[in-house]
């Protein structure tokens, strides 16, 4: 069992939004939409603008796509390191159950990096973008479905509450991606795309911190 792996976990945490932060700073400017804006907007601009080699605006997107790279990578770690490694906490009551999260999170990571090393702006690579996307959020949905599961049979309710609502914003992202608008339609629809992308992400965020202090409290107990 990892004695720091709450902690460490919420360390890369503050990290990765730390990098996008910066990454937004600097960001060139523009959105589908728009394409003289000046700056990152939180409403109209998808976090994967960041990682664009050309911001909308056709601005040099190097110092933006440097920090959001780092802050992306620093998440696949993060994000990895946690959800693979906390299913040690419930190997011995439920080790299949485990397997699947570990798979589940393996995949989720790997697509992560996928969308790292796929810009949205290059069009050989677009498809795989939006493919490497998607499967974060459906991986995202499996993996924290697991969990909740996992936490609910150590009596963690608060942590599975969690997760359960979490499950139900990221669920409720990937049916609005099937069945939603096109984010191009409009300034109106492309706003409420890139507004549920982050709703979606800081959930998932905020619910692995709030795992991580379940796995804290776990290690109370050993």
């Not at 990152?40 to 976090?47: A, E, K, R, V």
């Not at 790279?69 to 998440?75: D, F, H, K, P």
């Not at 965020?205 to 709030?210: D, F, N, P, R």
Request: charged share 15%; net charge positive.
């Amino acid at each position: 069992m990892k004695k720091n792996i709450g902690r460490n976990t919420r360390r890369c945490i503050l990290l990765f939004l730390s990098s996008l932060t910066m990454a937004a700073f600097f960001y060139g400017g523009g959105n589908y939409i728009n394409k003289e804006t000046t700056y990152y907007n939180f409403f109209t601009n998808f976090i994967s603008d960041l990682g664009r080699t050309t911001s909308h605006s056709g601005d040099d997107n190097t110092i933006s796509i440097f920090f959001f790279t780092i802050g992306m990578l620093i998440q696949v770690f993060g994000a990895f390191y946690y959800l693979y490694n906390a299913a040690d906490y419930f190997k011995m009551d439920k080790p299949k159950v485990t397997i699947f999260a570990k798979i589940s999170a393996a995949i989720g990571s790997i697509s992560l990096l996928g969308v790292i090393l796929t810009p949205a702006d290059v069009p050989s690579l677009y498809f795989l973008h939006i493919l490497f996307a998607n499967s974060v959020f459906n991986c995202a949905f499996i993996t924290l479905s697991i969990y909740g599961y996992l936490f609910y049979s150590k009596g963690l309710k608060n942590v599975t509450y969690t997760l359960f609502i979490c499950s139900l914003i990221v669920l409720g992202y990937i049916v609005f991606l099937e069945i939603g608008p096109p984010p191009w339609k409009s300034i109106e629809t492309l706003t409420m795309h890139a507004t549920y992308q982050k709703i979606a992400v800081l959930s998932l965020i905020g619910t692995i911190w709030v795992m991580s202090k379940g796995t804290d409290l776990l290690d109370d107990k050993i």
